[in-house]
């Protein structure tokens, strides 16, 4: 399984999303009726045991779409 399949899994298992295709980078809260505080922490800490990172709180608190999301995967050096 690619990293990119593996952050598809966690985003659907996190905010109880049904169709991987359904993911848009531009997406967020706003359009993502499951994304909400809890699945936010649910999301961070699954991202950190799969990848095996530590993030800092800044990084987890500009998570504002899933393009941002990859953006900081990628930040700290998770290939996607």
Do not use: W
């Given at each position: 399984?690619?990293?990119?399949?593996?952050?598809?899994?966690?985003i659907?298992?996190?905010?109880?999303?049904?169709?991987v295709?359904?993911i848009?980078?531009?997406?967020?809260?706003?359009?993502?009726?499951g994304w909400?505080?809890?699945?936010?922490?649910?999301?961070?800490?699954?991202l950190?045991?799969?990848?095996?990172?530590?993030?800092?709180v800044?990084?987890?608190?500009?998570?504002?779409?899933?393009?941002?999301?990859?953006?900081?995967?990628v930040?700290?050096?998770?290939e996607?």
């Open positions: 399984m690619s990293n990119l399949e593996k952050l598809n899994k966690i659907c298992d996190a905010f109880g999303i049904r169709e295709e359904s848009k980078d531009e997406h967020g809260p706003d359009e993502i009726e909400d505080s809890m699945a936010h922490v649910e999301l961070v800490t699954q950190e045991e799969t990848f095996e990172i530590a993030m800092e800044i990084d987890v608190s500009r998570m504002y779409t899933i393009g941002d999301i990859k953006k900081i995967l930040k700290y050096d998770v996607l």
